[in-house]
Every structure is written in structure tokens, then in C-alpha cells.
């Protein structure tokens, strides 16, 4: 048994230390949000947080994750409410087929976190996560919107 940290909760998962952690996210835990894309972490479909660092689930042995905490886009949303860059993607209309989308907000998060007012050339420098529909403007747009939304929430909480 492998235990896992998965958004705050601990699962044992019964598989040989070599499965990537994608299939064990969506196959034996059952958290599908994480997409199959192309399989040799070049898309991003399946980007994941592990210990905070936006990362290629695909290509992740899940006996090499040890205690590290993993976060999926099942966790992005709190108490009911959307995180910036989830509210950002649906204010700016970004997904098309939609499918690339949940390892692009993930990674999108990551970047945010690193540099919370991005420049254009950071985002093409950081989010290297592909989308066959092409929806490259919209994702610029609304990674800059949710970096504004970001930044006055956190503004309106150091107020308080």
C-alpha cells in the first residue's frame, strides 16, 4: 500500500510503485478532473500540484511521491466559491472543447502564486501547457483578471 495525500485527505492506494499518479488520481481514487492528454508530459492536460509545484502527473511514478502533498483541480474551489482563475476562465469565456483546461488552470494557479502580476512574457515563459482549439488569447486575458481579482482580495484582507 502507497499512501497518498490528496487534497487534504490521506488515501491508501493498492498499486505497484511504478503506475504514474494520473491513473491512480483518476483510476483508483476516482478524481477525474485530471485529464489524459498525450502521455509524455509535453500537453499539460494532466498537470497537478505536488508539494505546491505545478507538475505533469503523467510522467510521475506514484512511489516517488512520498508525503508530499498533492493538490488536483477538485480542490481549487472553496467553500463554495470558485478560485479567481476558475471564475476568470468562465468570465472570459476560455474553453472551447474545454478538455486542456483543467491542467491549464492548474498551472495557471502555479504561476500565480510564483509572480501574482504576470507579464506577458511570463505567462508564454511559464504556461507551456497546450490547447488544440487555440484559445491562447482568452487564457492571456483571463490569467491577467484573475491576477487582478487575486490581488484585490488580497488588498481587501490586509484591510480587515
Known amino acids: ?7 487534504g485527505k490521506t488515501h491508501n492506494v493498492d498499486v505497484e510503485a511504478d503506475t504514474p499518479l494520473l491513473w491512480v488520481l483518476r483510476d483508483t ?20 500540484h505536488i508539494g505546491g509545484v505545478a507538475t505533469r502527473s503523467c510522467q510521475v ?21 470558485l478560485h479567481p482563475v476558475q471564475q476568470a476562465w468562465i468570465d472570459h469565456d476560455v474553453p472551447q472543447c474545454g478538455y486542456c483546461q483543467t491542467g491549464m488552470m492548474m498551472a ?4 500565480l502564486k510564483e509572480k501574482p502580476q504576470p507579464t506577458d512574457a511570463d505567462i508564454e515563459t511559464a504556461i507551456t501547457n ?12 483571463a490569467i491577467h483578471a484573475a491576477a487582478e481579482r ?6 481587501a484582507t490586509a484591510a480587515r
Request: hydrophobic residues 35%; proline residues 1%; contains cysteine.
Open 108 to 111: 495557471v494557479v502555479a504561476l
Open 1 to 7: 500500500m502507497i499512501a497518498l495525500s490528496v487534497n
Open 150 to 155: 487575486t490581488s484585490q482580495h488580497r488588498s
Open 61 to 81: 511514478p506514484v512511489g516517488t511521491v512520498g508525503a508530499a502533498q498533492i493538490t488536483t483541480i477538485e480542490a481549487l474551489a472553496q467553500d463554495g466559491k
Open 29 to 48: 481514487i476516482g478524481l477525474t478532473g485530471t485529464k489524459y492528454g498525450c502521455g509524455i508530459a509535453q500537453c499539460g492536460c494532466c498537470t497537478v
Open 130 to 141: 497546450i490547447c488544440r482549439c487555440g484559445t491562447y488569447q482568452r487564457i492571456r486575458a
